[in-house]
Nanobody, 127 residues
């Protein structure tokens, strides 16, 4: 049974840090490019960051570039999102998702063939 689980969300302080993790069972993440998406109440879903199967290629939306870092440990079947210098506008439900390709257009992350989604982990940043 496929299970995709994000953890690490919670209450963060403005200017502080959180690290999100995405693990999978029933799915070998090393065979997949992975992206992080987020969605805040009343706002459109936003692509945050993507990482290639091997981890040697990454990209970020302009809104998080220089603050967030995506990484992966394929031996642990886990993808991470290190979030530093948190801002109130980072508050959202964060999901990891498998994709076949991605690109950045006008500073926004676009991904393709988003097949498997986790249930998400909620990040709330207090000012």
């Amino acid at each position: 049974q496929l299970q995709f689980v994000e953890t690490g969300g919670g209450l963060g302080q403005s200017g502080g840090s959180l690290r999100l993790s995405c693990t999978a069972s029933g799915l070998t993440l090393r065979e997949r490019d992975i992206c992080w998406f987020r969605q805040a109440p009343g706002k459109e879903r936003e692509g945050v960051s993507c990482i290639s199967k091997s981890g040697d290629s990454t990209n970020y939306a302009d809104s998080v570039k220089g603050r967030f870092t995506v990484s992966r440990d394929n031996d642990k079947n886990t993808v991470y999102l290190q979030m530093n210098s948190l801002k109130s506008e980072d508050s959202a439900d964060y999901h990891c998702v498998t994709v076949t390709a991605w690109t950045v257009v006008g500073g926004s992350m676009k991904a393709y063939d988003m097949n498997y989604w986790g249930k998400g982990t909620l990040v709330t940043v207090s000012s």
